[in-house]
Structures are given as C-alpha cells and as structure tokens.
C-alpha cells in the first residue's frame, strides 16, 4: 500500500493531500511496499497507462492525458566530437504539450487532485510550471491559480494566460512566495501543485525511466539536469534509485544539477558542506527558469549529495548562451537558458576532465527557446536584407 513518507526525518503519512512534514517542514514522497516496472514505451504511448505500475493510485483517467512523455532521446554527435566523450545522450523535453519537462508532473499533479475530490490547484512558478499547470487544469475542468515571480518577462505571460487561470504577480521575494502561496492554500482551499508536491515528484521520475527504457537499461554513468527548486532533480534520483531496487539497473547513475552562478543556493551549500541550504542574496542570471534563491526541496538534494547519490555544480552566464548557440546550431535544438545549462556543465566538466572519453552521459533539456525569446538578444544574429529582383 503506498504512502507517504517525510524526506527529512522519516515520519509516515497516509496517501492524502499533505504536501510538507508537519515535524521538521521538510518535502514528502510516495512510497511503496512493492514496485513492479512500468510498461516498455513502445507497448503503451499513453503516459498515464504506461506508467501505472509506479504511481500510487489504483484508477486514472487516461483521457485528461495531453501526450505528454515518451519525449525522443538523441545521440549528441557534435557535443561528443567537441569533448572527445564517445557517448552522450540528449533527453527532449520541449517536446512535451506545454514545451517544457513540468507536463510530467502536472499530469499525476492533477490526477492525485481529482482522487482527493478537488476542484481547485494551484502553483507558484517562473514560467513553465504556470503554463503547465494551467493547460492541464483547463484540460481537467478544475479551476487554477497560478502566482509567478513579480520580474518574470513579458514575452511569459500571454502564453500562460491563454488558459485563463487566475493569474497573479508575485511581487517581493520569490523564494517566499512559494511559502505564502501553501498557506494561502490551506484557507481556500487550494491544492498547490508546486515543485516538490510529491505526486508531481512521481510524475516526473518517469524521466528517468525513459531515458534506461531507450537505452535498453544499459548503464549511465551521469545523468546531468538543470536545478532551481530540487523537485525535479529529486525525482530523477529517485527514479533512478527504484530502478536498482527493481533491478533494472545495476547501478544508479551519479545525478548532477546545474545551477547559473548568478543564482546558485544549493551549489553554495554543496561547495561549503552544509547541511541546510540558505537564501541566495540578489540572484541575477539569464536563465529566469532557474533562478530560485530558495529552493524548497535544497536541503533533500544536499541530503543525497551526502549519499553520494548525487552533485550539484554552477556555470555562468555566459557558459549557458554558449551551450544555447551550440545546441541551436550543431544539433538542430533550441532550448531556453535554462535548458542549455546541462550542456554547459558537461562542456565544463570535460574541459576540466571531470568527464571521460569511456563515460555514457544523459542531459536532460527541460524546455523550449521559444519559452524565452528575449535571451536572442544575448546572440549575435545576422539578417541579410537581398532584393528580391536579384535572386534567381
């Protein structure tokens, strides 16, 4: 029977709408007594259906799926000649129905809300969170609230308003609106599909398991992803750790997060050996989608630091528009700043030859350029102006 467990201090809960351990304040996750392998991709296209197997509750409704998953994973040829790593794999997230990796979690997000008899969710995000959970709300009929960072671009918010959530700014700290938003929720009855809601931790571990299905569970030995909030990479890790536990895999690859230097609270807190992350005083970088001063699942990434199941390192601004330009023009993907920071670090860390030739590497691109056109302006990009009687 599944339940749900502190990720701090161990306290157990049943499966109901608890989003935080009462005692020490830190995320839950769904456990299991038994797990058993979801379906192989090519068996099961619907994400909902194939991944039963590995959510915690007995029945869904497949028909509020929007497609997400099942995202292709590409051999990065030209990033593997460049570092002289002879294997490195790229996951496709922007492929998914709102262009970014949080579809994964939304899509269980909303189904655990529908189980709870729920007629409101809600989220506080930087831009891709919002859209997702707006669209998925929109596709369930539940009426959503959505609250994003009071400097989050223009360019952001018509794409997020389009579903007609009840839309806010958040204006102050952003690291504290996550906070509010929860209490907010508990007197109106809000159900916060946030970063670290564990149901949406289980939606997207599936990330993980895709990549071992594509690989036909030959071993990884890194798996490498942005981190702003630690939900995400969270839920990589604990997918990765199932996976051992199922037997799939021998052995559970190291995942390390990336965070930009202008914004790197729990990359601070690994480099000097902290237990608890802390704020990040006056965060400034390019990419907005991970820029959380003060990420509400930090202190779970520095525990399974200390595990060694994991490692979280910075590159800076301007390592991030590289990668961007890279990808865009050697491997045919154009992902926002965000999604381009995986690529940095690996760039990074093979320079430094943290990184092997013989290693076999996965990074994860969470989402689309067109998320943030206004990082173009970073590019020096050329237009030819050809009258239009001298071609031919």
Known sequence: MPYLACTGCGK???????????????????????????????????????????????D???????????TPLLEAVHLAEETGIAEIYLKNETVNPTWSFKDRGTSLGIQAALQFGLTRVGTVSSGNMAAS??????????????????????????????????????????????YNALALGEKRGIYFISSDNPFRVE????????????????????????????????????????????GLIKKAPLVIGVQAAGCSPIARAVAEGREKVEPFPNPATIAHAIANPFPPSGN??????????????????EEIIAAQAFLAQKEGLFVQPAGAAPVAAIRKLAAAGRLKPEHRIAAILTGSGLKDTGALAHHHLEVVSVPVDELG
């Open 12 to 58: 157990k809960y049943p499966l109901e709408r608890h989003l935080r351990c009462g005692d020490c304040g830190e995320p839950l996750e769904v456990r299991y007594e038994a797990l058993t392998p979801p379906a192989r991709i090519e068996e099961e296209p619907c994400f909902i259906a194939r991944n039963a197997n590995i959510f915690p509750f007995p």
């Open 60 to 70: 869904f409704r497949p028909e509020l799926s929007l497609g997400e998953g099942a």
């Open 133 to 178: 959970l707006a669209a998925f709300a929109a596709r369930a009929g539940l009426e959503a609230y959505v609250y994003v960072a009071g400097d989050i671009p223009e360019g952001k918010i018509a794409p997020i308003a389009i579903y007609g959530p009840r839309l806010s700014r958040g204006i102050g700290d952003y690291g504290r609106l996550y």
């Open 203 to 246: 939606g997207q571990k599936t990330v993980a398991y895709e990549i071992f299905d594509q690989l036909d569970y030959e071993p990884l030995d890194f798996i490498i992803l942005p981190v702003s909030s630690g939900g995400n990479m969270a839920a990589v890790i604990k997918g990765c750790e199932e996976m051992e536990e199922l």
């Open 300 to 317: 779970r990434i520095l525990r399974k630091v200390r595990e060694g199941r994991a490692d979280v390192i910075t590159v800076t601004d």
